[in-house]
């Protein structure tokens, strides 16, 4: 689905995330557990239990079984869901601070081991100091520090969920 659809489909639900933030809950929940559920997912996406219309909830119960697929298949086709690069850095800025945002919140509700490897541990510390950005840059320089910060995400990401969902042995549970 695209940005703009996501955005209609979230205003409709009543959810009072953006689509960054909500795709970053997503990650942050599936980071630490694969076997999350969508229904989980969609209650903290709407904790004020507000009946959501069926076609909505099925085509977020989609993108977040999209997400899991993304994340789980080696062909690293895994990215963060954020406004398409015609719109203002600004906006893109902001929806990579509330994707952080959501991904940090994801991974607490999933339960996040209490001794993270130090590689993770690092990452998550990366992705606090990135909820910080400031969203008023401008210019060439910082369109590609953007785009160095939207790939670092995406591959950190990927590292951190097969290091969270893999035990030493290199079984995943």
């Not at 069926?54 to 990215?79: G, H």
């Not at 990135?130 to 591959?155: C, H, I």
Request: proline content about 3%; some cysteine; overall charge negative.
């Amino acid at each position: 689905m695209l940005y703009q659809e996501l955005s209609s489909l979230m205003a409709v639900t009543g959810a009072d995330v953006s689509v960054a933030e909500a795709h970053g809950l997503a990650a942050g929940i599936l980071c630490v557990n694969h076997r999350a559920n969508a229904t989980f997912w969609l209650q903290e996406l709407s904790p004020d239990s507000v009946s959501m219309p069926a076609d909505a909830n099925d085509a977020l119960t989609q993108w977040f079984e999209e997400t899991r697929r993304l994340l789980i298949e080696e062909d690293m086709a895994f990215s963060l869901m954020l406004p398409d690069d015609d719109k203002p850095l600004s906006a893109r800025l902001t929806a990579l601070t509330e994707w952080c945002h959501g991904f940090l919140f994801g991974m607490g509700t999933a339960n996040l081991p209490a001794n993270l490897p130090d590689d993770s541990r690092e990452i998550v510390k990366d992705i606090m100091e990135f909820t910080k950005l400031d969203t008023d840059a401008s210019g060439e320089e910082a369109e590609n520090d953007f785009m160095e910060l939207t790939e670092y995400l995406r591959t950190s990401v990927m590292y951190l969920r097969i290091d969270l969902t893999t035990n030493n042995n290199g079984t995943v549970h």
